[in-house]
């Protein structure tokens, strides 16, 4: 007996459907207004059976609205296949005063991916509580409709032939399995009823009654929201297990030019022949790029691409997010860059920005950057059991080295762009620095995505070491070594 | 004897070029910097055939730029099947400050397309010349080799495992018909040479040659855009045949409460059926509203899309830019906004912002929006030759009856948030938005998509004229009746 059988359901008439209705939806007008004011971002989930009324529903609750700040996402359709399948729904998630709908969400994702459910499952889990924390209120429905009624409505389709087209091979199949389908979503529900975003089941046994209920719950979420009536999950700090100090690296570590030259052409030709087998594998592939101003990342990265090809790689640079970003969940613009599968995504600095500059300069909260370990750590993890490969370099120089780099580039004429006024004032805060990048290191270093920390005074040494690293993970990704 | 026919190169050996190279190398990151600072939008484009080395050229000027700033943009996987082509091109257009590589471009979409050559190189021009007039700079290049030498490093490709891949039938067949397919490329290439951004053929036979004459011309274009050098294309003025007068429209149009009821069903009902006879169909519909403050555009969309399927439509309301889209030529967030093949986008304000709000508020300046006539029509020309349907609606009402609903706006409490300060300001202006309304009518109905005018003092009438016609235009293009 599980909680998808029970079959009670609210039965309403037509008329008493329209007496219930109209306040409700003037209050629903009045509260979109409201959330878009405080901006509030707003995600309402629809899943259900076929047949079930979901695009009638869904449709009612849009001509409600103000056009100008609602956004219907048809998950519809299939997903573009050329990469992560979770990417696709993150990239549509609203910003701060939007409210999106999602016709189907990543928990279709789940169902129709029967084998991975659990772990589909905790995934998404994760994704919500950290859009939750983030301010965003979330609204899941499951629209249920009993095997008669479903199988009542398939006839009466089939019969118009504006609404034939509906009654699918795939809807018929669902008839005949009704119990498994109401077995695999009740596992769905069950497993990611929690955070205070619960499932809220509504049976469509009755339309008129589906639809006021979908209206009552939508009114009271928002107003409760709105009167800071809705528990968020508990921020969590991400433990480690033993603290890590920059102090015990080994600066002094360099290359002779001669070597270094040779190595060079060697291992870049290296990788120009791996990109190639990620290619026809099919295998995305990160590299993280953090750093001291003046490391060394952007010589670095040149050295890593410059026997690549073109069509299989992009440099990402991360700057200040522009306010279409900032609008967003601090993790969208990431998600949104991930590779397409065989592609080779190089992040010149990277989400770690949350725990580094918008630490130190206070652009980030405290309690968003503690909390920001274990999200960043998901994200990777989900991208890494998705089959990616991760990299992350952390390029470490000395204060007296980075002093040295700053005077030669005030000195050198087509290097002068390189040092502002910030890069002076960075420096300054070297110690708070320093505990932000170790503190960074002892929480984020996974054995899925560990950091690599480069001695990177002597350039030559740092970029055989990284180019070396990145052929050790490529291959021990391909032929398992 | 075709341009592509002259097979003289510019022979180089290794150590020559990297004399030359060196220089150019630092010229032009320095170039880049100065756009970047101008906030000057570059595009260069990268044609060529099969082994002319493209990956390699672009892979020179990618290490010498700033990755910051610069994006390559792969057109050479296939495109999507699920909208126009050209929107694909022109979503990854550089805005301000941005560099971008297209590794194939539209053009390639030419080449394919063998039969449309004449039809897209028309079109091709028509947006090279609006985004060269918006301040683009775009550097073309055909990279050229010849039938012997393509040949011979085909075999050695395909001695090299890493490389032998690229070597595909399609390779062999371009090598097989050379001729033919360097006719289509003069062809392409004559058709599309002009506005002071033509072709640049250069041929590759010697690698070094190629990279080291890229660079140069490259360095060389960038200069005489800052030096102002660039002659841009004339600014042209849209003429009409007889200017448009609002005067002679009989607002005193009305329809019976009754007799609304009974047609708004029938017509939505009409519409719902017409909408998956679209979307099997493939065709895309772009329904366009504009009118006064007040003229009831939001009440009349809802009713339109009342009874469709959520999932085949999106209302996009059109603000204010953001940054990201101030940043970028004005037509591209509406390029973005087009639908997919089978639905339907329906645009509350449009395009035509740039010859109402933004001449009369002067945020475009009179060369901006007087030359926008022309490359609207153009764009909705394009839209519409490639099978879409483009419906226009001004809603029209007397500057009597919107002081009526201003005033009934502020009265009542569920509809003061749709009336503002501004409202009241843009009421001041009237005669300038007449004038500047009656002139975008005058000069942008065109045969394929004129404006249709609706008189909207009563929202009833209002309401089923625009229904009756949006069947009436969906009919025609589905049953050409």
């Given at each position: 007996?599980?909680?998808?059988?029970?079959?009670?359901?609210?039965?309403?008439?037509?008329?008493?459907?329209?007496k219930?209705?109209?306040?409700?939806?003037?209050?629903?007008?009045?509260?979109?207004?409201?959330?878009?004011?405080?901006?509030?971002?707003?995600?309402?989930?629809?899943?259900?059976?076929?047949?079930?009324g979901?695009?009638?529903?869904?449709?009612?609750?849009?001509v409600?609205?103000?056009?100008?700040?609602?956004?219907?996402?048809?998950?519809?359709?299939?997903?573009?296949?050329?990469?992560?399948?979770?990417?696709?729904?993150?990239?549509?998630?609203?910003?701060?005063?939007?409210?999106?709908?999602?016709?189907?969400?990543?928990?279709?994702?789940?169902?129709?991916?029967?084998?991975?459910?659990?772990?589909?499952?905790?995934?998404?889990?994760?994704?919500?509580?950290?859009?939750?924390?983030?301010?965003?209120?979330?609204?899941?429905?499951?629209?249920?409709?009993?095997?008669?009624?479903?199988?009542?409505?398939?006839?009466?389709?089939?019969?118009?032939?504006?609404?034939?087209?509906?009654?699918?091979?795939?809807?018929?199949?669902?008839?005949?399995?009704?119990?498994?389908?109401?077995r695999?979503?009740e596992?769905?529900?069950?497993?990611?009823?929690?955070f205070?975003?619960?499932?809220?089941?509504?049976?469509s046994?009755?339309?008129?009654?589906?639809?006021?209920?979908?209206?009552?719950?939508?009114?009271?979420?928002?107003?409760?929201?709105?009167?800071?009536?809705?528990?968020?999950?508990?921020d969590?700090?991400?433990?480690?297990?033993?603290?890590?100090?920059?102090?015990?690296?080994?600066?002094?570590?360099?290359?002779?030019?001669?070597?270094?030259?040779?190595?060079?052409?060697?291992?870049?030709?290296?990788?120009?022949?791996?990109?190639?087998?990620?290619?026809?594998?099919?295998?995305?592939?990160?590299?993280?790029?953090?750093?001291?101003?003046?490391a060394?990342?952007?010589?670095?990265i040149?050295?890593?691409?410059?026997?690549?090809?073109?069509?299989?790689?992009?440099?990402?640079?991360?700057?200040?997010?522009?306010?279409?970003?900032?609008?967003?969940y601090?993790?969208?613009?990431?998600?949104?860059?991930?590779?397409?599968?065989?592609?080779?995504?190089?992040?010149?600095?990277?989400?770690?920005?949350?725990?580094?500059?918008?630490?130190?300069?206070?652009?980030?909260?405290k309690?968003?950057?503690?909390?920001?370990?274990?999200?960043?750590?998901?994200?990777?993890?989900?991208?890494?059991?998705?089959?990616?490969?991760?990299?992350?370099?952390?390029?470490?120089?000395?204060?007296?080295?980075?002093?040295?780099?700053?005077?030669?580039?005030?000195?050198?004429?087509?290097?002068?762009?390189?040092?502002?006024?910030?890069?002076?004032?960075?420096?300054?805060?070297?110690?708070?620095y320093?505990?932000?990048?170790?503190?960074?290191?002892?929480?984020?270093?996974?054995?899925?995505?560990?950091?690599?920390?480069?001695?990177?005074?002597?350039k030559?040494?740092?970029?055989?070491?990284?180019?070396?690293?990145?052929?050790?993970?490529?291959?021990?990704?391909?032929y398992?070594?």
């Open positions: 007996m599980g909680i998808l059988s029970n079959e009670s359901c609210l039965k309403m008439k037509e008329k008493e459907y329209h219930v209705i109209f306040p409700l939806k003037l209050k629903l007008a009045e509260l979109q207004r409201t959330s878009k004011d405080k901006k509030i971002p707003i995600l309402i989930i629809f899943e259900g059976l076929e047949a079930s979901k695009g009638s529903v869904i449709n009612e609750i849009l409600t609205l103000d056009p100008r700040s609602y956004r219907v996402i048809s998950h519809n359709h299939p997903l573009e296949e050329n990469t992560l399948p979770l990417k696709q729904y993150l990239e549509d998630i609203p910003g701060k005063g939007e409210l999106h709908i999602f016709d189907k969400s990543w928990y279709d994702l789940a169902f129709q991916e029967e084998a991975y459910i659990t772990r589909r499952c905790k995934e998404i889990n994760k994704i919500e509580r950290s859009l939750l924390r983030s301010g965003m209120l979330i609204i899941k429905f499951f629209l249920h409709v009993s095997k008669k009624i479903q199988r009542k409505r398939y006839f009466k389709a089939k019969k118009n032939p504006a609404k034939s087209w509906k009654v699918t091979p795939y809807a018929w199949k669902q008839n005949f399995n009704y119990k498994s389908i109401i695999n979503w596992d769905i529900i069950e497993r990611t009823n929690n205070n975003c619960d499932w809220n089941i509504i049976s046994n009755s339309l008129y009654g589906a639809k006021s209920e979908v209206f009552r719950i939508i009114v009271e979420k928002i107003e409760n929201y709105l009167n800071q009536k809705e528990i968020r999950p508990d969590v700090l991400l433990p480690y297990k033993k603290p890590y100090s920059l102090d015990n690296l080994d600066l002094n570590k360099t290359i002779d030019k001669k070597e270094y030259k040779k190595e060079l052409v060697k291992l870049q030709n290296k990788i120009s022949d791996l990109h190639h087998e990620l290619y026809t594998r099919r295998i995305p592939v990160i590299i993280a790029y953090e750093g001291w101003d003046a060394g990342k952007g010589g670095n040149k050295r890593v691409v410059e026997k690549m090809d073109p069509r299989g790689y992009d440099v990402i640079p991360t700057a200040a997010p522009n306010d279409v970003e900032k609008n967003k601090y993790l969208w613009r990431f998600w949104k860059s991930f590779p397409r599968y065989g592609h080779i995504a190089i992040f010149d600095r990277t989400w770690y920005g949350r725990v580094l500059v918008e630490r130190v300069e206070k652009f980030a909260t309690y968003e950057w503690k909390r920001a370990y274990q999200e960043i750590v998901d994200m990777e993890t989900q991208w890494s059991n998705n089959g990616s490969i991760i990299i992350k370099f952390w390029l470490q120089i000395s204060k007296d080295e980075q002093l040295k780099r700053f005077k030669e580039r005030e000195k050198t004429p087509s290097k002068q762009w390189k040092i502002t006024e910030e890069d002076w004032r960075n420096r300054e805060k070297w110690k708070e320093k505990a932000a990048i170790e503190e960074m290191i002892s929480r984020t270093s996974t054995n899925s995505c560990p950091w690599h920390i480069v001695p990177a005074n002597d030559y040494y740092a970029r055989i070491f990284v180019l070396k690293k990145i052929i050790e993970k490529i291959e021990k990704k391909l398992n070594i």
